[in-house]
């Protein structure tokens, strides 16, 4: 069973400047809720028990979301605003943090989960990425087809031929409808792309993806590519995809932002 769950987000968010300039992306409202609370919810609805946030030193804005205000619970009592205390309600998982130096890529940022993870199959969460699904989270689709399919579990979306360049997008070997054994990854490749199945920010990992992670030399944009460990492990262990039901929206990308808020506040309103 996959209970382990890593969330990069140490990233300095360029894309989404200059907001980011003095509030993490991860922070990013979305109906008074930030977009990593999200993330973390999907998580605890998938199954998983404890979650390790990777952040930098200028992040500390998502620990204190997700640490107590003691001051502010006592304020509420006093004035007897008890319906807003539920608002406080901390998550009910267990979450680590450690410090990612320099954002020198993905793969470094999980790298950094070695130890954390142990040797248990593991999930990683992008935050910048949100599933909205109606029946299943996109992670549970990833965990449920792993538990069938034993290796590394990648979510895909297909994606129109002008955005391919930005993500890592595989050679697939179709198994049915929505599944796909792993040929090739090739990450953010400019002119030529073996499908339109691009990997979006959802994965579930062996614990070997470490010792191929130690051993990368730095890619593509002078990265540690996470791409790159999964590539190299396809001689030794199988890796497959799986399209992921449910509506996908890149926060970093401003018109998904607002059609995801839109979406999203619209509906805890009763709306659409």
């Not at 300095?12 to 509030?23: A, E």
């Not at 999907?42 to 404890?50: K, L, N, P, V, Y």
């Not at 992008?126 to 549970?140: C, F, G, M, N, W």
């Not at 002078?222 to 262990?237: P, R, V, W």
């Amino acid at each position: 069973m996959v209970k382990k769950a890593i969330i990069p987000a140490a990233g300095y968010g360029t894309r989404s400047l200059p907001i980011t300039k003095v509030l993490p992306k991860e922070m990013l409202p979305i109906c008074g809720r930030p977009a990593i609370d999200y993330i973390v919810q999907e998580a605890i609805d998938s199954g998983i028990e404890q979650i390790l946030i990777v952040v930098s030193k200028n992040k500390d804005m998502i620990l204190d979301y997700f640490d107590r205000s003691l001051e502010l619970e006592a304020y509420l009592k006093k004035k007897n605003k008890t319906d807003l205390l539920k608002k406080l309600d901390q998550p009910k998982v267990h979450i680590q943090y450690i410090r990612q130096p320099y954002p020198t890529g993905l793969g470094d940022a999980v790298r950094l989960g070695k130890f954390f993870v142990g040797q248990e199959p593991f999930a990683v969460l992008l935050p910048d990425e949100i599933v909205v699904s109606q029946d299943k989270t996109a992670l549970r689709q990833l965990i449920e087809s792993r538990n069938k399919l034993k290796g590394n579990v990648l979510g895909l979306k297909r994606m129109d031929p002008s955005e391919l360049k930005s993500y890592g997008v595989i050679d697939p070997q179709k198994l049915d409808d929505t599944t796909f054994k792993l040929k090739n990854i090739i990450e953010k490749a400019q002119d030529s792309f073996p499908s339109n199945l691009a990997v979006v920010g959802r994965y579930i990992l062996e614990p070997s993806i470490f010792d191929y992670l130690d051993r990368l030399q730095p890619g593509v944009g002078s990265e540690i590519q996470l791409t790159d460990a999964i590539k190299a492990m396809l001689s030794d262990m199988p890796s497959y995809g799986i399209e992921i039901v449910g509506q996908r929206f890149d926060i970093s990308k401003m018109p998904e932002y607002v059609s995801l808020t839109n979406l999203l506040c619209g509906s805890a309103h009763g709306e659409g």
